[in-house]
Structures are given as C-alpha cells and as structure tokens.
C-alpha cells in the first residue's frame, strides 16, 4: 500500500515568514497527491491538490508541485499569516478511493 | 464539493453502553463513504468503508463486531461503538469521495466520543 513521510512538527513562524513542509509519499503507479488542512475546532478541509507529474496545486497562496522523480510533494507559502495557524496533512490517493494521511504537521503562526 | 454533516458533534457516555454516530452527504447522493478514527495529535486511521445496500468493509486490525456500519441510504451512514470503552475514546470523522476525482474527499467536521 502507499505510504507518507510528512515533516514532523510543530512548526512555529512569525507572520510574513515562508513555509516549506515536507511530503515524500510510496505509491504503486502515479496518484493524485492532497494536501488538507485542518484549522482548530473544525473537520479536514482539502488545500490543493494535483493530480499528474509537474502539476502545481495552489490554493490561499499555498503551493505544491507533483515532483513523479523525487516521490514528492512539498507543501509552500511565501508569506504566513495567523490564520494560517492549523494542522497540515499530505496525501496521496489510492485504489478504491482509499486516502493515505501523513501524521499532520501543527503550523502555528505567530503575529 | 459535498457537504458532510455528522451528529452529534461530540457525545460522552459511560463505560458498556454503546454510541451511534451519524454521517450525512447533504447534498449529494454517496454510494460509499468512509470512517477515520483520529487519536490526538495523530493522523487519521482509515476504519472502513460504507457501502450502501452491502456489508462494509473493514480494515485491517478493526474489529467489525466493535464498530457495526450501516448505511441505509444514499445520504446516510452511521457508526455505532458497541459496549464502548475508555481506549474507544477519540475522534471520528466521515468522509465522501468526490465524482470528478473520487480520490478527493469531503470531509465531515467530526464526532469527539468521550468513554467514562
């Protein structure tokens, strides 16, 4: 089955700080890759995804690309804001709809 | 997406008896959908899959006669704890595959089982 090394946390930033957490993922063939966020108090939300080699998902100016040669997809932000603040979880798909979920990386942002 | 409704949102009960949480697809028919079991600040553990009108599957290490699922209906699955106890304690979470990419999933926001 697939498998998921996430950046272990907690991440702790200032505001306006660039973010980078790392994903490498095991899959049988080329999966479409997730990254879902989940904020205090509330249920997983998906981030972006990207669904083949070389795509970029973004979505709330955060940003990660499909890297098929290095089994790779690292999360990004140029700019963090509180808000920001939650737990991040890469995942990449697989047979029978089947999410494989990283341990989650805490962010907390400080203003 | 789907939206994804779950009840009650968190529900504390005593040691033996047991608990029935609910997912609902508000807006969406889901012939599956799926149960996560996450432990504090840990990642979510893929219990079963619910499939309507059929037995759910179970994964691996679940104990099936401990968490009975059934799904009655296009838009509704339900979990049910069996004589729950203290370490039955955790987070549950429903979720429903997407149909333009069934790997993307929608989420429900989570039931908090407390067992005393």
């Known amino acids: 089955g697939n498998s998921v090394t996430q950046m272990e946390g907690p991440v702790t930033l200032s505001e306006e700080a660039f973010l980078t957490i790392n994903c490498t993922y095991t899959?049988?063939?080329?999966?479409?890759l997730f990254w879902y966020v989940q904020y205090p108090g509330e249920g997983l939300q998906l981030l972006l995804k990207a669904t083949k080699a070389d795509d970029k998902g973004s979505n709330k100016g955060f940003e990660a690309t499909y890297r098929k040669e290095t089994t790779s997809f690292h999360l990004e932000k140029g700019s963090v804001q509180v808000s920001d603040s939650a737990v991040y979880f890469c995942a990449p798909g697989g047979s029978n709809y089947k999410l494989t979920f990283g341990k989650g990386t805490l962010l907390t942002v400080n203003p | 997406g789907a939206v994804v409704s779950q009840h009650p949102s968190w529900v504390i009960c005593k040691s033996g008896t047991s608990v029935k949480i609910e997912c609902r697809s508000l807006?969406?028919?889901?012939?599956?959908m799926f149960w996560y079991r996450q432990f504090p600040k840990q990642s979510l553990m893929l219990m079963a899959t619910s499939n309507e009108g059929s037995k759910a599957t179970y994964e691996q290490g679940v104990e099936k006669d401990k968490f009975l699922i059934n799904h009655a209906s296009l838009t509704l699955s339900t979990l049910t704890v069996t004589s729950a106890h203290p370490e039955d304690s955790s987070f549950y979470i429903c979720s429903v595959p997407g149909t333009s990419d069934y790997n993307e999933q929608f989420f429900g926001p989570g039931t908090r089982l407390t067992v005393l």
């Open positions: 807006d969406f028919q889901a012939t599956t």
């Open positions: 899959a049988t063939g080329y999966p479409s």
